[in-house]
Protein backbone atom coordinates (compact mmCIF):
# COMPACT_ATOMS: atom_id res chain seq x y z
CA UNK A 1 0.00 0.00 0.00
CA UNK A 2 1.53 3.44 -1.05
CA UNK A 3 1.43 6.31 1.36
CA UNK A 4 2.46 9.52 1.32
CA UNK A 5 2.80 11.91 4.16
CA UNK A 6 3.77 15.34 4.30
CA UNK A 7 4.72 17.36 6.92
CA UNK A 8 6.66 20.96 7.46
CA UNK A 9 3.55 23.50 6.73
CA UNK A 10 2.94 26.47 9.20
CA UNK A 11 2.79 29.85 9.64
CA UNK A 12 5.65 32.37 8.40
CA UNK A 13 6.28 36.00 7.65
CA UNK A 14 6.33 37.27 3.98
CA UNK A 15 10.00 36.77 3.50
CA UNK A 16 10.60 33.62 5.75
CA UNK A 17 11.48 30.14 4.58
CA UNK A 18 9.96 26.41 5.00
CA UNK A 19 10.78 23.09 4.46
CA UNK A 20 8.57 20.60 3.31
CA UNK A 21 8.82 16.71 3.59
CA UNK A 22 6.58 14.06 1.97
CA UNK A 23 7.60 10.71 3.50
CA UNK A 24 6.95 7.95 1.24
CA UNK A 25 5.88 4.00 1.87
CA UNK A 26 5.24 1.10 -0.48
CA UNK A 27 6.79 3.51 -3.28
CA UNK A 28 10.88 4.00 -4.21
CA UNK A 29 10.89 7.92 -4.52
CA UNK A 30 13.78 7.55 -7.10
CA UNK A 31 11.65 5.73 -8.99
CA UNK A 32 8.18 7.53 -9.71
CA UNK A 33 7.47 11.32 -10.67
CA UNK A 34 7.28 13.32 -7.58
CA UNK A 35 5.74 16.17 -7.49
CA UNK A 36 4.44 19.21 -5.10
CA UNK A 37 0.90 20.66 -5.85
CA UNK A 38 -0.62 23.63 -4.02
CA UNK A 39 -4.33 24.50 -3.86
CA UNK A 40 -5.97 28.07 -2.36
CA UNK A 41 -9.43 28.45 -1.97
CA UNK A 42 -11.06 28.96 -4.56
CA UNK A 43 -8.58 28.23 -6.56
CA UNK A 44 -7.26 24.94 -8.97
CA UNK A 45 -4.95 22.74 -8.12
CA UNK A 46 -1.82 23.83 -9.75
CA UNK A 47 1.82 21.95 -9.96
CA UNK A 48 4.41 23.53 -7.85
CA UNK A 49 7.18 21.16 -8.96
CA UNK A 50 8.28 18.20 -9.72
CA UNK A 51 11.00 15.37 -10.59
CA UNK A 52 10.66 14.57 -14.55
CA UNK A 53 13.06 12.20 -15.38
CA UNK A 54 14.47 9.32 -13.84
CA UNK A 55 18.12 11.21 -13.66
CA UNK A 56 16.66 13.77 -11.81
CA UNK A 57 15.38 16.09 -13.81
CA UNK A 58 12.98 18.85 -12.63
CA UNK A 59 10.53 21.53 -13.25
CA UNK A 60 9.37 24.20 -10.83
CA UNK A 61 6.47 26.98 -12.17
CA UNK A 62 7.03 30.15 -13.33
CA UNK A 63 5.81 31.71 -9.69
CA UNK A 64 8.02 29.51 -7.80
CA UNK A 65 11.56 29.47 -9.90
CA UNK A 66 14.58 30.73 -7.99
CA UNK A 67 12.64 30.80 -4.45
CA UNK A 68 11.32 26.93 -4.19
CA UNK A 69 13.74 23.72 -4.75
CA UNK A 70 12.71 20.04 -4.86
CA UNK A 71 14.78 17.85 -3.83
CA UNK A 72 14.90 14.07 -2.80
CA UNK A 73 16.90 12.42 -0.22
CA UNK A 74 17.09 8.64 -1.16
CA UNK A 75 18.49 6.99 1.97
CA UNK A 76 15.09 8.25 3.96
CA UNK A 77 12.82 7.53 0.72
CA UNK A 78 11.48 11.62 1.10
CA UNK A 79 10.81 14.57 -0.86
CA UNK A 80 11.00 18.11 0.19
CA UNK A 81 10.35 21.17 -1.05
CA UNK A 82 12.63 23.76 -0.15
CA UNK A 83 10.60 27.06 -0.07
CA UNK A 84 12.20 31.17 0.41
CA UNK A 85 11.21 34.14 0.38
CA UNK A 86 7.46 33.28 0.59
CA UNK A 87 4.62 35.63 -0.20
CA UNK A 88 1.35 36.10 1.09
CA UNK A 89 0.22 34.67 -2.73
CA UNK A 90 2.24 31.56 -1.78
CA UNK A 91 -0.39 30.53 1.04
CA UNK A 92 -2.50 27.23 0.18
CA UNK A 93 -2.97 23.75 1.04
CA UNK A 94 0.32 22.03 -0.72
CA UNK A 95 0.21 18.15 -1.63
CA UNK A 96 2.67 15.57 -2.60
CA UNK A 97 1.88 13.07 -5.34
CA UNK A 98 3.97 10.63 -6.91
CA UNK A 99 3.21 8.66 -10.27
CA UNK A 100 4.83 6.75 -13.28
CA UNK A 101 7.17 8.83 -15.09
CA UNK A 102 4.82 10.36 -18.29
CA UNK A 103 1.41 8.91 -16.35
CA UNK A 104 -0.85 10.39 -13.92
CA UNK A 105 -0.23 11.35 -10.38
CA UNK A 106 -2.30 8.15 -8.95
CA UNK A 107 -0.99 8.54 -5.01
CA UNK A 108 -1.68 11.88 -3.02
CA UNK A 109 -0.66 13.11 0.54
CA UNK A 110 -3.09 14.53 3.10
CA UNK A 111 -1.66 18.27 2.11
CA UNK A 112 -0.04 20.48 4.86
CA UNK A 113 -1.47 24.15 5.42
CA UNK A 114 1.21 26.76 4.51
CA UNK A 115 0.20 30.04 5.66
CA UNK A 116 2.41 33.40 5.01
CA UNK A 117 0.99 36.47 6.36
CA UNK A 118 1.65 40.17 5.41
Known amino acids: QVQLAESGGGLVQAGGSLRLSCVAS????????MAWFRQAPGKERELVAA????????YHAKSVKGRFTISRDNTKNTVHLQMNSLKPEDSAVYYC???????????WGQGTQVTVSS
Open 97 to 107: ASGRYGGVYDK
Open 26 to 33: GRTVSSYA
Open 51 to 58: FTGSTGST
